[in-house]
C-alpha cells in the first residue's frame, strides 16, 4: 500500500475501515478471516503458490513472505496447500503440503480375497489365510454401544427438561464423546485389518461390495454372527483403497457376480446352499460340496470363491459374467485402485 492509500484505509474515506484500525491490519490472519481469531490460516495453492528464492515465497492474501529455513531445493515443487500457523510465542510457522506421484509396485504376489462373514471369519484368501477381526476389540466397542444407548434412554425419558438445559447438554456431550472413542477405535481396527491383507501382497483382487451387498451380508450374517454384523463394510473397504494408493499397492475390485458358485479352474456351475458342509479328510467340516469333474475331491466353499476373484481379477475377460452376459465388456466387471 502507499502513504496515501494507508491513510485513506486508517481514516475509512472509503468505508472499508469503520472501526478506524491501524492499515497493517490488513494483512492480519484476523482481516482475512472477518476478524474471527484463527491461530491457522490454510490456503489451497491454486496454482498462485510460487517460490520466488531461497528465503522468499509467495502466497496468496500475504503477498512475498521471507522464511527463515532455506527453501531453494523446494523450488519447482508441486504445493497443494500452505498453512500459516501463528505459535505461542507469537512466531509464526510456515507449513506446506506438497503432492508427490507414489511409483506402483510390481504384481507380485498377489491375491485374491473373499469376504467371509461366517463362523467369527472377516476374510479368506485365495492362498487360505483366514483374517478375523479382534475380539477384543468389538467387546470394547459393544460396551461403549450400550453406554451409548442407556445415554439416549435417560435423556429421552427426561422429557420434563428444556431441549437447552444444562443436563440435556452434558448427556449430549457425553453420548458425542463415546461415539468418537468408539470410531476410533473400530477406525484403528480397520487399519490393521488392512495391514494384514496388503503389508506381504503387491496386489490384492476384492469383491466391490456396493451398498446393497453389504446391507444383504449384514443382514444375513447377523443372527449368527453379531460382532461381524456391526462391521462398517464400507468403511473397512476405505481403508483399503486408501493403504493401497499410499503404499503404491495395486487393489483390484471384482463384481462379486457367481464368486462361490463356479468351480475354479472348470466350467461347471452349480448354486449350493449356504450351509451346505462336508467333512475334510482330516475329520473338519467345512462349508464345501464334492467336486462335480467326479474326481471325489473337495471343494471349500471360502477358498473357491477367493481363487475366482483373484483369476477374474487378473483376467477379467475369463470372468463367467462375459459367459452369462456376452455384451458387457470385460472394463465394467473391475475397477482398479
Keep these: 500500500m502507499t502513504i496515501d492509500e494507508k491513510l485513506a484505509y486508517k481514516n475509512n474515506e472509503h468505508s472499508n475501515n469503520r472501526q478506524n484500525r491501524s492499515w497493517y491490519r490488513k ?85 485374491g480375497v473373499d469376504w467371509n462373514m461366517h463362523n467369527d471369519e472377516l476374510f479368506r484368501t485365495s492362498v487360505n489365510q483366514v483374517i478375523k477381526p479382534n475380539v477384543i476389540v468389538f467387546n470394547q466397542a459393544d460396551r461403549l454401544e450400550d453406554a451409548i444407548n442407556q445415554l439416549k434412554s435417560l435423556r429421552d425419558k427426561t422429557t420434563w427438561l428444556n431441549g437447552n438445559s444444562k443436563r440435556i447438554s452434558t448427556m449430549n456431550n457425553q453420548i458425542r464423546f463415546l461415539n468418537i472413542k468408539r470410531n476410533n477405535i473400530l477406525d484403528e481396527e480397520y487399519k490393521q485389518l488392512a495391514h494384514q491383507l496388503l503389508d506381504n501382497n503387491n496386489v490384492v483382487v476384492l469383491e466391490n461390495l456396493d451398498s446393497k451387498d453389504m446391507w444383504s451380508v449384514k443382514r444375513t450374517n447377523k443372527a449368527a454372527n453379531r460382532k461381524l454384523a456391526k462391521v462398517k463394510l464400507y468403511a473397512l473397504q476405505s481403508f483399503i483403497t486408501s493403504l493401497a494408493n499410499k503404499t503404491g499397492k495395486t487393489l483390484v475390485k471384482v463384481d462379486a457376480y457367481k464368486t462361490s458358485q463356479v468351480e475354479y479352474g472348470t466350467e461347471f456351475e452349480q448354486k449350493h446352499k449356504l450351509d451346505e458342509k462336508i467333512e475334510l479328510s482330516n475329520g473338519e467340516i467345512v462349508r464345501g460340496w464334492k467336486s462335480l469333474t467326479g474326481d471325489n475331491s473337495i471343494v471349500i466353499r471360502d477358498l473357491n470363491a477367493a481363487k475366482n476373484i483373484l483369476a477374474w481379477g487378473v483376467n477379467p475377460e475369463k470372468h463367467i459374467k462375459l459367459k452369462d452376459y456376452p455384451n458387457l465388456k470385460p472394463s465394467s466387471l473391475v475397477s482398479v485402485n
Design 27 to 111: 494483512g492480519s490472519l484476523n482481516f482475512l478471516r472477518n476478524r474471527a481469531s484463527f491461530k491457522t490460516v490454510s490456503l489451497p495453492s491454486n496454482g498462485q503458490i510460487e517460490i520466488k528464492s531461497a528465503h522468499h515465497i509467495k502466497i496468496q492474501g500475504f503477498g512475498i513472505v521471507q522464511v527463515v529455513e532455506n527453501i531453494k531445493n523446494l523450488k519447482g515443487s508441486k504445493i497443494v496447500i500452505s498453512k500459516v500457523k501463528r505459535k505461542n510465542n507469537d512466531q509464526f510457522e510456515l507449513q506446506l503440503v506438497f503432492t508427490q506421484e507414489i511409483k506402483r509396485l510390481p504384481q507380485q504376489p498377489a491375491i
